[in-house]
């Protein structure tokens, strides 16, 4: 009730009537008539959109924590290679590293005659593996310099405290180590993960099909222009959307316990 | 002859068991400074040994080196008889020995250093359930126990920030009585704290050592070392400079340095 009052202010309600005459004019003037046609193939193309975003970034902390502990706290043959790794990363653009792996890879493979061979065979034939392994390396660059920090920043004493009570290590880095390195930078894991969802448009350039691949294609198809990119960043905005709110509820439920 | 002979053989055994820390010659070097110098330290059990001292005089560091969270130079540490292996240098041979007597060790730090991301509860229970292996439901029935005798009850799924310093140190003492440890060591329980909060723990120290926890403490707070300690040991640049009944080391101090300190600190 109180926030519905806070709205209700003169600057607030053209600004309300702007954004709503808007919508009624792109509904309006701009030409819509193609979406029935293009819905399943967009559909497809949101769905590869998300799993790819999951896929990656689930992928790319998992390899975060071993890139940040080594850089961390290991001893040098670990660190050396961790920090090497995650400069080349942060480094270079993912539009090369995608590149580079699918037409280096991608043409380095059918050359093997034993991975030609293998099971894997089938699916290193198609595009979305080199897609899925850029993405998830990039994360990790990115993602194991953040988790370097973050190992690095938990409070001595609470460690100190685990190993004068016995704690073996592996408990203690489970227990009270990870805990407290990824509940400290939650907020920037959030607004990382936000850029690896925009990164996925990139993966579209090695013939992914998704939800970007697809407004492309309308527009080739069509010479639709505008649009299916304004459609597409209403996609991208409700998916950032729900990301925020997935770590804000996430942050909250932690930040009630500090 | 005979008599003689089993009587030795009886007292030998029992003598061992009632042993709870033993500490022979320790030395302790960081890079060139050596800060100390050869301390032996004997405690039996039920005793509540104060180790005083002015700031430097290596008693932390002391009491850091009974569980390994400093490696000593060199010396012989044994916890209740059983003697901690240690390579030349000084470091440990067996990890899995230093864990195993480290849960016989229930340590209070200056700094509490509770886990922040855990409720006192789930701080108590952590140690039982996920070192010691105490079933769950055990293991908090006992936590509770615990935090109702420091005080703590009601605020067992509180999170350590919303408390006070006193209270903090209350929980960390339950956390620490948890694995039932047979040595507590206190490392300045009460310096990290404000004046007025001091009383709260050290009432809680008071009681257990009335029923007969054996303590080693490293304090400031002399009235109260004098009141509780059965033995009080005054370290000086990293020896032991005189040490005592409490109440002979502070009436009747023999060394200067003793009389200069105790002057100092009133």
């Known amino acids: 009730m109180k926030n519905w009052r806070a709205l209700m202010q003169p600057h607030r309600i053209v600004l309300m009537a702007l954004f709503v005459g808007f919508v009624i004019w792109c509904a309006i003037a701009l030409r819509w008539d193609w979406i029935p046609k293009y819905t399943p193939l967009a559909l497809g193309g949101l769905w590869r959109t998300i799993w790819i975003l999951v896929v990656t970034t689930v992928m790319g902390f998992l390899l975060a924590i071993p890139l940040g502990l080594a850089q961390a706290v290991g001893p040098w043959y670990l660190s050396a290679p961790a920090k090497v790794f995650c400069t080349v990363i942060r480094g270079t653009p993912l539009l090369l590293q995608i590149w580079l792996l699918y037409y280096g890879l991608g043409s380095l493979f059918p050359q093997i005659p034993w991975i030609r061979g293998s099971e894997l065979w089938p699916y290193l034939r198609q595009a979305w593996p080199y897609a899925v392994l850029a993405l998830t390396l990039s994360y990790a660059g990115y993602e194991g310099e953040v988790m370097r920090g973050a ?18 290590r592996f408990t203690m880095f489970r227990r009270i180590w990870l805990p407290q390195a990824v509940r400290n930078v939650l907020p920037t894991l959030g607004g990382e993960t936000i850029l690896q969802l925009k990164a996925t448009p990139l993966v579209a350039t090695i013939t992914v099909v998704e939800i970007y691949a697809v407004s492309s294609r309308v527009r080739s198809d069509t010479f639709i222009v505008y649009e299916p990119l304004l459609l597409l960043a209403l996609v991208y905005m409700i998916i950032a959307g729900i990301i925020t709110l997935l770590f804000r509820r996430f942050e909250n439920r932690v930040n009630g316990t500090r | 002859m005979t008599t003689s002979d089993s009587t030795i053989q009886n007292n030998a055994p029992c003598e061992v068991q009632d042993e709870a820390i033993r500490v022979m010659d320790l030395h302790k070097s960081f890079g060139m400074l050596e800060v100390l110098k050869g301390v032996s330290l004997k405690a039996q059990k039920g005793d509540v040994v104060a180790i005083i001292g002015g700031s430097g005089s290596g008693k932390s560091t002391f009491l850091r080196c009974i569980n390994f969270l400093e490696t000593p130079s060199s010396g012989q540490i044994f916890v209740n008889g059983e003697e901690i292996q240690m390579r030349p240098d000084g470091s440990p041979v067996n990890r899995r020995q230093i864990e195993r007597i480290r849960t016989r060790l229930g340590m ?61 140190q209350r929980a960390a003492i339950a956390r620490a009585l948890a694995v039932d440890p047979s040595v507590m060591l206190f490392d300045e329980p009460t310096s990290a704290l404000d004046p007025e909060l001091v009383g709260e723990v050290l009432t809680v120290i008071r009681d257990l050592a009335a029923e007969g926890r054996t303590m080693l403490l490293v304090t400031h707070e002399m009235k109260f070392a004098r009141e509780v300690a059965t033995h009080v040991v005054y370290l000086y640049q990293g020896l032991i400079e005189e040490q005592g009944p409490p109440a002979e080391l502070f009436e009747n101090p023999k060394s200067a340095r003793l009389q200069q300190f105790l002057k100092t600190v009133g």
Do not use: C, Y
Request: glycine share 8%.
């Open chain 1, 151 to 168: 190992f690095s920043g938990v409070n001595k004493g609470q460690l100190e405290a685990a190993e004068a009570f016995g704690m073996p």
């Open chain 2, 108 to 168: 209070v730090f200056q700094a509490f250093n509770l886990w922040t991301h855990r409720t006192l509860l789930e701080n108590v229970i952590e140690v039982p359930v996920h070192v010691l292996k105490v079933p769950r439901a055990e293991a908090i029935e006992r936590a509770k126990v615990l935090l109702d005798r420091v005080g703590l009850r009601d605020k067992a799924d509180t999170f350590p920030a919303f408390l006070s310093g006193g209270q903090q």
